[in-house]
């Protein structure tokens, strides 16, 4: 069979060594048009093949598939109010600057925030960290634009915990993973699953660059291959478990999770909590965002132009991305681990442009 001109061009890039392996899927709905896999999921210590149910770190998309779905969905049921100011939820921050930034500020990334910090320099749980970034200064003025930050989605964990009263993994099997009957969507995999979960990065050796003289007496720094635990050091050292990075699952249940807020699922999401996810709450701004989700009118985004306007997307540094076209109805999963077993400085979103390009000629 002659392979179709998405897997072709998947084909180019890994014998580029841009990934070592993807996994990709195209759908209509839940139509599924297109899907494969190739490559390997594992090239250190030892090789092993990408597979249909290839479980990924996903790592940033974490923030919308959990973080902003489970904020969506506690204010449709009144138990968060997302104008409300971060002191409300986390006394910790009252008279402090960051305490006066409101929940919705944090979830699209207008709030003052720095957009990134080795905080597991001088934090090692929760409270550590919550006490860290409430003692940062504002990087710029809240609201005057925005600076994609995994700071305040780590604040968000803290808010969604208390507010659900519950550890966020559990909020999130509660309220999204169990109702869709997914059952290879997690934090933390259980170590039997190692043999099927994509590797990442040998070390933290991106991480231990960008840290430079501050990380030279830091002891946490992993020297094996990162394989069955979350790739991000500041989830990992919050347990694995966190509202900026740390999910894993499967190409097919993230297409369950991307149904829902296409709303063609089963109905996760009602009219209000879809208007969160796809309204552009930054008009104006630097970048277009929704709760959770980037829009693919903003300039530079990684989903490229045949994609409408009111797409909503994400990416994670592992190499993942997801984005969802609500007016042709469209679902675009590309999974890779494009960090294993070292990290290059390719540019994948010049790569998930065409991967989009390609896909929607499926379409």
Known sequence: MIPSPVRRYLEEQRALGVFPGARYLIARGREILEEGWLGESVVEPELIQVSADTLYDLASLTKPL?????????????????????????PETSGRWIGRVSLLDLLVHRSGLTAWLPLYLKASDRAGYLKEIAGLPAEYRGGSRVVYSCLGYI???????????????????REIFAPLG??????????????????TEKGNEREREMTGEAGAAFGGWRSRVIWGECHDLNAWTQGGISGNAGLFSTAREVHALALEFLGAGRDLYDRECLSLFRTDLTPG???????????ACTPGS??????????????????????????????????????????????????????????????
């Not at 604040?155 to 099997?173: C, F, H, K, M, N």
């Not at 997914?182 to 590797?199: G, H, V």
Request: charged share 20%; no cysteine.
């Open 66 to 90: 959990v973080t902003g779905a489970l904020a969506g969905l506690m204010a449709r049921r009144g138990s968060l109010r997302l104008e409300s100011s971060l002191e409300e939820y986390l």
């Open 155 to 173: 604040l968000l964990t803290s808010v969604l915990e208390r507010a659900g009263g519950a550890p966020l993994d559990v909020l999130a099997t």
């Open 182 to 199: 997914l059952r290879e969507t997690f934090f933390r995999p259980a170590s039997s699953l190692r043999s099927r979960i994509a590797a």
């Open 285 to 295: 701004l630097n970048e277009n965002r929704t709760i959770g989700w980037q829009l």
């Open 302 to 363: 990684s989903a490229g132009p045949r994609l409408s306007p009111g797409s909503t997307g994400h990416t994670g540094f592992t190499g993942t991305s997801l984005w969802i076209d609500p007016v042709a109805g469209v679902i675009l999963i590309l999974l890779t681990n494009r960090v294993h077993p070292r990290y290059r400085p390719d540019d994948m979103n010049v790569i998930r442009r065409q991967f989009h390009q390609l896909a929607l000629s499926r379409v």
